[in-house]
């Protein structure tokens, strides 16, 4: 920054999935100047575009803010790793790349309890579609020629097909398309990919808009607070290269740093639970009951198989003749293993007959381990993780300090309902229904974690708490909802409630989360919220 106090029309916290397509969609109009704030710096590191570099990314400072969850009573006092990425692109740039709308349901119920029609289903189509590069092309359901590319993955394993089988003998239909608002089924995911390379949020999105004079976009800068004058957010306080600077707003701060940062963002502020704040000792310059509470995430329950017959990805990716051949694989064709999404197969079904719809999603694979960083392990394996779609447990997010740069705390609250940890015990046999059905036994599946001898829902709900782990999709601590909501941080507008000139716009928004992988929703609220603020 080359001033103390630099005006923008409209700056935006946050250079991640929102983030990115806000800045390309607000600053179409060349007469609106716009400032895209990022915390990290750019997506210039290799690993970054190399699908399977995502295992190089995450734990990265250069790419990850590395945060941990706080001590966990419902995963038996573990920690988890909590990956949040700190780049251009955010956690486009270091997630699974996987294309996931969830379930119309979705959408239906943020209209129900928004009192927003404009959330449901059928009106958020349209915002999806816009921005979407679909292999198949242009439909009713997809869209063709937009900045986010969707393709089917450039692999598949036989093992992997032979769990799809397994899936349909257990009365699980096969499915080609999990976007169509409906994902039951089986079925290979579509990634967020061109050609074997990960397309993320900023070569969607930024990367069109790099030419434009109106369009600002700063790395390497710590949003510290939003200043707010007689009611209204002015701009922010900024921390570049150590020096503490001001930039103001004339119509608008949005903030897209993320279900963690975003709210962490607004406590720093004085904007949150009074009384809490105050406790902290900290000013309270907007009584916000709501921020940072109703944190949601998918926590999943990884059940490993080991396997005869069959290659998998321990056995070929553990002798250097294997890594060789994996890397001249991507080399001349980027297929292969190199081009891998963390999961390839999905599957969504019920965890038991008494659910009304599918409410838990697997993320199956060639592959197996003790914890995500750990050596693969020595011997053929399958991984099925599952995860509650719908988990009715709420964390919290809350600032340790004043500093920008201090990890918040983090508290998840995994498995801490009746109904979570029934679901988790559920979808374990589930799992064992699908391992013991005859596409599979000519590999003579057998049962690693948590192993056979557990049986209980008691023994169950425990060892999913022992090899559980998240997925990486916290979203709702600045939930929208009605006036009368005394937890809603925005309306259904996106605006902060009682604050003028300030607005949220990334996964923190949900009230819910969505049935499914949260990168695509997310880019869906970006896109409602540029068409609010007036974007062409």
Not at 209 to 232: C, F, H, S
Request: glycine content about 10%.
């Amino acid at each position: 920054m080359n001033e103390p106090n630099e005006t923008f029309d409209i700056v935006i916290v946050g250079a991640g999935t929102a983030g990115c397509l806000l800045a390309n969609r607000l600053s179409a109009d060349p007469t609106c100047r716009v400032l895209l704030l990022e915390a990290g710096g750019r997506d210039n590191y290799h690993w970054i575009h190399i699908p399977v570099g995502y295992l190089y990314c995450i734990g990265n400072p250069r790419t990850d803010w590395l945060y941990q969850t706080e001590p966990d009573p419902g995963l038996n006092g573990r920690q988890l790793r909590y990956p949040r990425g700190k780049v251009l692109g955010g956690c486009s740039s270091i997630n699974g790349m996987i294309y996931m709308r969830g379930q119309a349901r979705d959408y239906d119920h943020w209209a129900a309890v928004t009192g927003d029609p404009a959330w449901a289903w059928r009106e958020v189509l349209p915002l999806f579609r816009r921005h979407e590069d679909h292999w198949r092309g242009a439909d009713d359901l997809h869209g063709a020629g937009g900045e986010w590319r969707v393709e089917r993955q450039r692999l598949r394993w036989d093992i992997l097909d032979a769990f799809a089988a397994a899936a349909r003998e257990s009365g699980i239909p096969a499915s080609e398309d999990f976007n169509r608002g409906d994902n039951e089924g089986v079925g290979y995911f579509e990634v967020n990919q061109r050609r074997g390379v990960r397309w993320n949020a900023s070569k969607g999105f930024l990367r069109p808009a790099a030419g434009r004079a109106n369009l600002v976009v700063r790395t390497g800068v710590l949003a510290d607070r939003v200043i707010v004058e007689g009611g209204r957010a002015t701009g922010l306080s900024v921390v570049d290269n150590g020096q503490r600077r001001t930039v103001l707003a004339r119509r608008e701060v949005v903030l897209a740093a993320g279900a963690v940062n975003t709210p962490a963002l607004l406590q720093r502020s004085g904007i949150g639970a009074g009384a809490w704040l105050q406790a902290q000792g900290l000013p309270v310059v907007h009584d916000l009951p709501g921020v940072g509470e109703n944190l949601q995430d998918h926590l999943q329950i990884r059940a490993v198989f080991a396997v005869e017959g069959v290659r998998t990805l321990n056995t070929l990716a553990n002798s250097w003749h294997g890594k060789a051949r994996i890397a001249a694989e991507y080399a001349l064709t980027r297929s292969g293993p190199m081009s891998m999404a963390p999961s390839q197969l999905g599957c969504f079904t019920r965890s038991s007959p008494a659910q009304r719809w599918p409410n838990v999603e697997y993320h199956v694979q060639p592959l197996s381990l003790d914890a995500f960083g750990e050596p693969l392990h020595g011997f053929d394996a399958f991984t099925a993780s599952v995860c509650n779609l719908n988990p009715t447990a709420r964390g919290h997010v809350r600032i340790r300090g004043v500093q920008p740069d201090e990890a918040p705390a983090i508290q998840a609250n995994y498995l801490s309902t009746p109904e979570d940890r029934q679901v988790a015990a559920d979808s374990l046999r589930l799992t064992r229904r699908i391992a013991a059905m005859p596409a599979l036994a000519p590999y003579r599946p057998r049962e690693v974690k948590p192993g056979v001898q557990f049986q209980s829902d008691e023994e169950l709900a425990r060892l999913a708490g022992d090899i559980g782990t998240t997925i990486f999709h916290p979203v709702g601590t600045c939930r929208m909802g009605r006036a009368d909501d005394p937890l809603a941080v925005v309306d259904p507008q996106l605006r902060v409630r009682g604050l003028a000139g300030l607005r949220v716009a990334d996964a923190s928004v949900m009230p819910t989360i969505t049935s499914g992988n949260t990168n695509a929703p997310t880019l869906m609220i970006a896109e409602r919220a540029a068409a609010l603020m007036g974007a062409r």
